[in-house]
């Protein structure tokens, strides 16, 4: 018995357990944030993998079925793999969320055709934004997510109807200047 491999295995245990929990506490937070009706924004902070991960899938519940949003070539999703986005896009397409995305670089055809084709309208940013910035922003009914890359591993979310225009109003600006996927 390789009692150094067993004790490795124990924290590492440990560890996931403390991120379950941290995660499950910052949306208990979130949950009774939600419950409340106010006008007043909200400021929600998600940290670890785990938190982002179930972050971004609470947007497959956007009730506008509309998500805009803006991300750079090196992102959380493709650094979480394709399975990751892969059962991403797939809920989102099932529940009928359409998309209008701003990429920093085009992807490949079959990409598009398989994940994209009749729910998204891509467009590519200019170029003097290439490699300008790292984290993604979704943005949707009355709130703005930032999600940073995999290794800051963080999440921002934005609840208000203020920030949300505002940032529809960059991302349609930024529409404005760019060119179809091809």
Request: proline share 3%.
């Amino acid at each position: 018995v390789d009692l150094e491999r067993i004790a490795s295995l124990a924290a590492e245990r440990s560890k996931a357990t403390e991120e379950n929990q941290h995660a499950l506490d910052q949306w208990v937070k979130t949950l009774q944030l939600s419950t409340q009706h106010s006008d007043e924004p909200r400021v929600s902070f998600y940290q670890g993998i785990t938190s982002v991960t179930r972050t971004i899938m609470e947007t497959l519940y956007a009730n506008e079925k509309m998500i805009y949003t803006i991300a750079p070539a090196k992102n959380f999703f493709g650094e979480m793999g394709d399975k990751f986005k892969s059962d991403y896009v797939t809920q989102r397409n099932q529940r009928g969320i359409k998309i209008k995305s701003l990429w920093e670089s085009p992807v490949d055809a079959k990409v598009i055709k398989t994940y994209y084709s009749n729910v998204a309208d891509i467009r590519i940013l200019p170029a003097s934004m290439k490699n300008a910035f790292e984290t993604t922003a979704f943005i949707y009914d009355d709130k703005v997510l930032y999600i940073s890359t995999k290794k800051q591993a963080y999440a921002l979310l934005v609840t208000s109807k203020e920030q949300n225009r505002f940032m529809r109003a960059v991302f349609e600006g930024l529409w404005s200047a760019s060119k179809q996927h091809p």
